[in-house]
């Protein structure tokens, strides 16, 4: 009897699915008076599911199996899974000659010897080293039942592997929202700061045409068109309506339930070509260093999506 009990491919329930990390490993094994399996599984980042699968050849009929499992689970990564199999029993094998080959061989041995007048005699040892005289065969192992085995040794390494991504997981949301919050804060900064910005030109503007034009009268009109003009070069109400709005969509594809990373490498791209637009507009010192320390924790943020499902 198996000391575990078979664990149909169908009986994980649907989990939860969170944001997941596509780093992680698992480990099952199994074991009975007959014969033992370890299974190992582990994964790295990678644009697709890349899932490679080293096994004894005798289990090679099982592959589509253990991959329709796997992708069942892993959605995004490279999966490597190492299959152990060990047997405490007689396997039932038996060497099998080639009769017909075997007389091939003496028959072309006794035309050498007599054309060439050999005298020395054919012998045992020397038709046995001929390749394919002598063969081993194993009798076919019953796949079913040693399916129904393995695979709770299979289940177990994928179910610890599932869960130590899900644990990155949940330590990679932490810190992506924690950098949102931090652009967030920053981005509140620059709308604050933008209110001052025609506000101050304008107090330049006429300092300077007074120091220019002292003994002559300013033309009020032609200045406000100048301010007008400046304020709808510099204006960025729009990229900060637009950032704002991605920030909160980026927080919300966190939440899916389905796997997110492109989707928010898509919103990071969107992101930052805001933030591009809000410094190549800006005038302003103190804009422009804010800016900048949102595009950096911006790219902070893309680092860190690489690793997500």
Known sequence: ????????????????????????????????????????????????????????????????????????????????????????????????????????????????????????????SLIAKFPEIITVKKDDADLENIWKYLLSAFNDALQMLVGMREKEGEKLEKNILEKCSSIQTLLNTIENKSFQVVKEYKEKLSERLKDLLDKYPVDENRVAMEIALFADKSCIDEEIVRLNSHIVQFKETLTLKEPVGRKLDFILQEMNREANTIASKSTNLDITKVTLNIKNEIEKIREQIQNVE
């Open 1 to 124: 009897m198996y000391n575990k009990m078979w664990i149909d491919e169908a009986s994980w329930k649907d989990e939860i699915i969170m944001i997941k990390s596509m780093t992680g490993f698992g480990r099952g094994t199994i074991e009975s008076e007959k014969q033992s399996f370890i299974v190992e599984i582990k994964s790295v980042n990678h644009r697709y599911c890349d899932l490679n699968i080293k096994m004894p050849k005798s289990l090679m009929p099982l592959e589509d199996r253990m991959r329709k499992i796997v992708q069942q689970k892993i959605n995004r990564g490279k999966v490597d899974v190492f299959i152990t199999q060990m047997n405490f029993e007689d396997q039932s094998t038996k060497a099998v000659l080639n009769e017909g080959l075997a007389n091939s061989y003496v028959e072309c041995l006794n035309v050498i010897k007599e054309k060439y007048n050999i005298k020395d005699n054919i012998s045992l």
